[in-house]
């Protein structure tokens, strides 16, 4: 079976790295090490060590009881009774401790979106024994990516995940852009019922062919519409601020759009872009993030975030609304200097590379769905292991060309590596920046290229928890399997 270990190994040899050279207690004001940026709209936790380099914390996943509408409150799983879970804050090549503690009442595990760590870290359930309920687990890693995260429970994805187990990350550069303020939005949407409690899942018909969708739309866990509105703030004129989006639906993307200001892309999932780009609309998939610099405009009274999103209507039909998602209102003036923004270099995407196939797919089995990777089912469960569908060489560039058969969208998810979108119908797009998401729609292709640059077993996924929990999953080896893989 599964099973976690070399844990104390891997954390033993991470403690020659970042530590306090003069030995010194930190803190944020240790010479040297200049403090974090606060990042407005989501909650970091207590960190229980005084190193600067060292970000350690209690997490612990529990049922939590949350005021999202006015009447009864809702019955969630949250971390540290937080929604999100509380944002862990660090600076590339930090050290993030993370006890964590499982007091729901089945399995779980936490996975970190992104972050190119090891893969005994990394929260697969099918490298770590699920986290039984009443037992701990301590993550212990060093982060070597700036850019924003995420963490979720890998396990029972389906309920647990709506329920409310996530939470952000951000890491940020040695040498980060300085901004007037920075701002986090993490999106979602949850399915409730009239009294307001997580409505049934639904074994199949349209949640299970296209994935669950709320008829709630939340941002940083509080509702949108319905009797919520926006995000508010303000932002003196004169203002560049940094915003950075989590998109953390379960099936539905978004189109983001900035008014009000001169807005640019600057980051997509695996931190900042070579060349920033001028944001008209850009489509945000699940599991994806994008970081934008805003000015508000000269003339502007009010910078607003908003969405076309997809969500329930009253009749259970999936109709289109642009959303206020944040809305900034202009009050005073400051002057800001320029950001000066790290040269960034991304691995090169015109090189000789082998192309490898990815079918998603599913059919109806003994009546019930399956979602398929080049034919092959995998499950997370008792009982069921995962396939290893691919092995790679490390630092070898590779391209693989995602095609789907089913379903509207598949917004598919590589565990552990970086790669880059080059095309789709076999025509080049420009979706530029570093990924570990990438959107499959309808019955299009999407060719990406990875360097596989980090070895281990790693998941490969629909983020579609409907999808990947009944098939769509499976796991890539890169290098040498690490012999604790024995299952
Ligand atoms: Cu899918």
Redesign the pocket.
Known sequence: MRRSSAVLLFASALLGCGGDEDGTSGTSNTPGVPPLPVIEGLTPPEDLNPDPHILEVDLVARPNAVALLSGDLTEMLNYNGQFPGPLLHARVGDRIVVHFKNELEEPTVVHWHGLRISDQMDGSPMIQNPVQPGESFTYDFVVPDAGTYWYHTHFHQIEQFERGLYGGIVVHEQEAPVFSAERMFMGDDIRLNFRNQVAVFQASGPDVGA?RVGNIVLVNGKPINDEGGPATFTMPRGAIERWRFVLATNALSYGLRIRGADARVIATDGGLLPEPFALDQVEIAPGQRYEFEVRPAADATEVVLEAMILVLDENNEVVEAPFEIARGTIEGEVSTAEPVYPTVTLPATDVQAENHDWK?SGAVVDGKVQ?TINGVPAFVGEGHEHVVIETFEPNVPVKITLSSEV?P???FHIHGQFFQILERGGQPVFEPGLRDTVHVRGTETATILSYFENPGQWMVH?H?SE??ENG?MADILVGEPAEEHAH
């Open positions: 994935g998603l979602f379903s969208s598949h917004p629909c579609i999808h990947s769509m």
